[in-house]
């Protein structure tokens, strides 16, 4: 094993944090509270930032869509750089987190942004970004990734920096009270997923790394077998404790990694607006199905310490695709609003993107893409 592992975010769990967020953030700096749809108007997040934040100089901007896309987000640029903006506060789930990333970058970049997500650029400096988490999933408040789409051309597109940390994350379950199922599935399926691209690779030597991950999903497991508890505190400050520690850096480090069912996925969300998690819902299953001889053995060893089965990996994909369906997610791409275009749409855009070496062992190629796909059309 050999790995830097570095996470400067600092995590204010539990009930009531908001009010921390003083302690990170100086009464000379101006604030640019940025959020999506206005939901934390109704559950109440909105009226703590602001009592939080009294007595600073704060603007506010809305409208970070779910996939945020830089079309709304150079909006929220153009604001910094004419208000001379010295902090942005994040408040919302894993896009808004993530939009606001690639605004604290922009701001300071004299360029068309967009250069950070097609690779023809580097972040060199970034404002200051604080987060406060509503919606747990992608594990954004605390790491350096973003993803961000570009209507114009259908792309979904990502970029890492260590600048774009969240300086402070606050994971304060109590504000998740008013997400609807769908918000609290997908969330579930994202938070599985992710500890999965980490874990099914190949075996590797690191106890911590693999027990670690297993521990994050038996975790989710227990959640979905205890759906029915889904709107009660324990459960939910479960599902926002396992999303954070599935993509903070820290399952990853020194191990294979794949990424290759969320590289599909991307494509999947950049055309037909299928919700993330639901597009890795459709997409791991075959995955494993197809790569099975490269992830037999992580696959089996998750059958036996996470689902009780022993020798038979295609009961644990089974079992996976069950999980998803439980919580009321569907494993069939049919199900979704797609056209007869789609194993073209994805398998060209991953071409134009570079995607054709996917995987831990860099053999996802596009025509395993394609099977992918059209397995995934049950």
């Given at each position: ?8 975010t600092?995590?204010?769990?539990g ?21 999506g ?13 602001k ?28 604001v910094?750089?004419t208000?001379?903006?010295d ?36 972040v ?11 919606l747990?999933?992608?594990?954004s ?33 109590s504000v ?16 599985f997923?992710?500890?999965c ?17 297993q521990?994050?999903?038996?975790g ?40 290759a ?8 969300t ?7 998690a ?13 790569m ?11 059958g ?17 695709e ?20 789609v ?29 992918i ?6």
């Open positions: 094993m050999e790995f830097s592992y570095y996470n400067p600092s995590i204010q769990f009930k009531g944090q908001i009010k921390s967020i003083v302690n990170f953030i100086d009464k000379e700096q101006k604030v640019l509270v940025v959020y749809g206005g939901s934390i108007k109704k559950n109440g997040v909105y009226d703590q930032v009592t939080a934040l009294e007595g600073y100089t704060w603007l506010e901007f809305s409208g970070v869509e779910p996939n945020p896309t830089v079309e709304t987000l150079n909006k929220a640029v153009e910094i750089k208000e001379k903006i902090f942005v506060l994040a408040v919302g789930g894993g896009s808004v987190i993530d939009g606001c990333k690639y605004l604290v970058a922009a701001g300071l970049y004299d360029g068309d942004a967009w250069d950070f997500l097609d690779g023809s650029a580097s060199e400096k970034a404002l200051p970004l604080g987060a406060i988490l509503t747990p999933a992608t594990g408040e605390s790491n350096m990734a973003a993803v961000v789409s570009r209507k114009q051309t259908d792309e979904k597109r990502f970029f890492f920096s260590p600048l774009v940390f969240p300086k402070f994350a606050v994971l304060d379950s998740m009270s008013t997400l609807d199922d769908r918000q609290l599935a997908n969330g579930l399926v994202d938070a997923v992710h500890t691209e980490q874990y099914v690779t190949y075996p590797t030597t690191s106890l911590v790394n693999d027990g670690y991950a521990t994050l999903l038996k989710l497991v227990i959640l979905a077998n205890t759906w029915e508890d889904r709107n009660t505190p324990v459960w939910q400050e479960n599902l926002m404790h396992i999303a954070n520690q599935a993509l903070n850096g820290l399952i990853g480090s020194g191990v294979p990694q794949d990424w069912t969320h590289m599909i996925g991307h494509e999947l950049a055309f037909y607006g299928i919700d993330h639901r597009s890795l819902a459709v997409v791991q299953p075959q995955l494993f199905r197809v099975l001889e490269d992830k037999k053995e992580k696959i089996a060893l998750m036996e310490t996470v689902f009780g089965i022993s020798n038979d990996n295609e009961a644990v994909i089974k079992a996976i069950s999980i998803y369906e439980k919580v009321g997610i569907s494993t069939n791409l049919n199900d979704y609003e797609i056209d007869d275009k194993v073209e749409n994805v398998t060209k855009a991953l071409e134009a993107h570079g995607m054709t070496a996917l995987g831990e062992n860099a053999n996802i190629t596009l025509e395993k893409s394609a099977q796909l059209k397995m995934a059309m049950k």
